[in-house]
């Protein structure tokens, strides 16, 4: 099987799609598909492993279009887009309906009510004249939770729909948390509008915090950045730590005892998938698709408030340590059970078997 993927960057920047699209990558390359992922160049991307089955190749717009101008059916089995919105995207979208090669499309939360209410008339005339067609035709639709799928079909789209999360690979966090006394709540994400911070920094400036502090890590654009810290001077205990990468990013997670996400939208939150992935528990809002955390005792799952916020931090604050060693635990067990990156290859390699229309013991060759 020749499978294609496209996004648009694997920058770091970028937030939890430059991870885990690659990684999603490899894992199928490590199941015998042969994987070719194209997306554009940049300063700081996310480091990649090729093999023999799992090839990159950084092209520009111009570049992609050629690309897929040359590209024949017979090379091809199955496109996969990451993403919609975006040219890079659309490009090969327009090319695989011209070449009849099917497609799945992963909107990655570009469908939620968040992100459709932000610069809402230029998404209604991108959804006119070419998001709409390109969505329509696409073999599956891939959403990463129950949450995504559903509004997904609000937006009136019947394409089928496989709700496959996002993976965690678990041979990256190397060390669970054992100390769960540093009496720290940390926040790891891109730093936007949409993820609330606003409001988490207005929580914690009217509660009693009693000794704890508070660090947001996380890249985005400057003057934004500079506009939270000056609204946080007041704040002796909250620091803006920076982008946290690779090994220092889990060592950061490690040094917590509670992750905060206050996002409006998000369509899966890798940084909360990484927390528990270490044993850290978790707060984060309705904006995500994390129930998971209510039902496998791990974190708190509330509505976005500042109110609501005041309550679950002071909450979290006074839960015993003995307590949050187990939440933290409960957490490990939920994505050894639900997220491991090699499961959730295995389940889209089962999709690409289902849009191929391959029998699941078929003698082709993958």
């Known amino acids: 099987m020749n499978v294609i993927h496209i996004t648009n960057s694997i920058d770091k920047s970028v937030g939890g799609p430059a991870r885990s699209v690659p990684q999603t990558c490899a894992e199928l390359a490590s199941l015998g598909i042969h994987i070719k992922l194209l997306t554009q160049n940049s300063a700081n991307k996310v480091p990649i492993t090729e093999t023999d089955r799992f090839i990159v190749a950084f092209k520009n717009l111009w570049g992609l279009f050629l690309y897929g101008s040359r590209l024949k059916s017979s090379e091809i089995d199955l496109i996969h887009l990451q993403h919609i919105w975006n040219p890079y995207i659309q490009i090969m979208a327009f090319w695989a309906q011209q070449k009849k090669i099917p497609y799945i499309i992963t909107p990655r939360g570009m469908l939620e009510p968040w992100i459709l209410a932000r610069n809402p008339w230029k998404k209604k005339i991108a959804l006119f004249l070419y998001q709409k067609k390109a969505i329509k035709r696409a073999s599956y639709l891939h959403a990463t939770s129950q949450m995504e799928a559903e509004n997904i079909k609000k937006m009136g789209f ?3 729909i496989r709700i496959i999360p996002n993976g965690i690979d678990l041979n990256e966090t190397k060390q669970i948390k054992t100390f769960y006394r540093t009496k720290k709540m940390v926040f790891l994400s891109r730093i936007h509008q949409k ?8 929580a914690w400036g009217t509660i009693e915090t009693k000794g704890w502090t508070l660090e947001i890590a996380g890249n985005g654009e400057v003057a934004y950045i500079e506009s939270l810290i000056q609204a946080a001077k007041h704040l002796e205990n909250v620091r803006f730590i920076g982008p946290q990468y690779g090994e220092a990013k889990w060592n950061f997670l490690r040094s917590a005892d509670v992750l905060v996400l206050t996002t409006h939208s998000e369509n899966f939150g890798m940084a909360v998938a990484e927390a528990l992935a270490v044993g850290v528990p978790v707060i ?4 995500t698709p994390w129930e998971d955390l209510e039902t496998y005792e791990c974190g708190w799952w509330i509505q976005l408030s500042v109110s609501n916020l005041q309550r679950t931090l002071l909450k979290a604050m006074q839960t015993p340590t003995h307590e949050l060693e187990l939440m933290g635990a409960n957490g490990r067990k939920l994505i050894e059970n639900k997220y491991d990156i090699k499961e959730v290859a ?7 078997q289902i849009v ?3 029998p699941k013991n078929s003698n082709k060759i993958i």
């Open 158 to 160: 019947n394409n089928p």
């Open 195 to 202: 993820k609330g911070i606003e409001l988490l920094l207005e």
């Open 284 to 287: 984060t809002t309705h904006g």
């Open 346 to 352: 295995r389940q889209m390699e089962a999709l690409y």
């Open 356 to 358: 191929l229309k391959i």
